[in-house]
């Protein structure tokens, strides 16, 4: 599939600022996370994404390496967050082929939309296990790799539900509040051995499967929806993707420990949902 490099990349970036560095990806294949590797990868990284779906993660890796002559990124299927040992293997393989980490991205998540007594409570530790547990593998399974970087860095993929509350997302509010959390703490821990670990934080992206869900079923829903946005219209993959490229290159570096919403100020009128 071609992409054109507008959809997912603003044109203020220079070629090879990631020459040489090495990207691992948890939800690589998903419509988010795909769209950070690949902008990562078209300026000059090499990448390794994860996902439980095999097909659907390979497919992705190919498709992420059409982005620069000569990429190398690889798709490991069947990697399940919740495991923190199908982590530590994926990201041995990572070292073993690329030479080494030098940026994360947390970005496995698990979400529907459901109330919090219509769903169960194996359904409720789901998503805690996929979101807040599956960060916490990421980075227990990629620290050592980092430790050996000149540039290491992290980004959690959170939201902005649980700064409010949410209905019918209090599982993943909750679980996003806790990553946020985390990625405080690892900041506070790994600073002082160089490691900076931040959040972003999406707000209403166009793209992503259930917007498009929505557009489809309920579009004067979506319309409406678009005038209560600050900034006056949804995000897309390429805000999500330019400040991913932002928080991990040189012009980011000072930044650690902080909570980024990517979201047209779109939080701070979900009260008024
Ligand atoms: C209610 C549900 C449900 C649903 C599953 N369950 N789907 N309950 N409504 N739609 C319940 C099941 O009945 C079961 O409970 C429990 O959850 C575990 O389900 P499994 O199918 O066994 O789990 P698993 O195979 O691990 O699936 C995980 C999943 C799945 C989260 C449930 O939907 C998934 O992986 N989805 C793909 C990932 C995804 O959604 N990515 C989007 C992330 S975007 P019982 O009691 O029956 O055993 C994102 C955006 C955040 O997170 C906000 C950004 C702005």
Redesign the pocket.
């Known amino acids: 599939m071609s992409v054109p490099e507008s959809t997912y990349l603003s044109a203020v970036w220079r070629d090879n600022i990631f020459k040489d560095k090495v990207i691992f990806v948890t939800g690589g294949a ?1 419509t988010i996370c795909s769209m950070q590797t690949r902008a990562m990868v078209r300026l000059g990284a090499n990448a390794c994404i994860l996902g439980r779906n095999a097909s659907k993660t390979e497919a992705a890796a190919k498709d992420i390496a059409t982005a620069r002559p000569g990429a190398k990124v690889i798709g490991i299927g069947e990697c399940d967050v919740r495991k923190v040992e199908s982590l530590e293997a994926a990201a041995a393989r990572c070292v073993k082929e690329l030479g080494g980490i030098d940026f994360v991205i947390a970005g496995a ?4 939309v ?1 109330s919090i007594d ?3 409570s ?2 409720f530790k ?2 805690m296990d ?1 979101d807040v547990l599956g960060t916490y593998n990421t980075i227990k399974a990629t620290i050592p790799h980092l430790l050996r970087s000149s540039t290491p860095r992290i980004i959690a993929v959170s ?3 649980h700064y409010t509350g949410m209905p019918f997302q209090a599982h ?1 509010a909750a679980a ?1 509040a806790s990553v946020d959390s985390l990625i405080a703490s690892v900041a506070l821990e790994y600073g002082p051995r160089g490691i900076s670990a931040n959040v972003i934080a ?4 166009a793209e ?1 499967e259930g917007m498009a869900r929505l557009a489809s079923s309920k579009p004067e829903q979506i319309a409406a929806f678009a005038k209560t946005i600050p900034s006056g219209r949804y995000g897309t993959v390429k805000d999500i993707a330019d400040a991913t490229v932002f928080l991990f290159s040189d012009a980011g570096s000072y930044i650690n420990g902080q909570i980024i919403p990517v979201d047209g100020a779109s939080w701070r009128r979900q009260g008024a949902y």
Do not use: C, D, E, L
């Open positions: 998903g998540a698990g979400n529907f459901a219509g769903i169960s194996n359904a789901t998503v996929i939201a902005t539900f993943v996003k999406p707000g209403p992206i992503t």
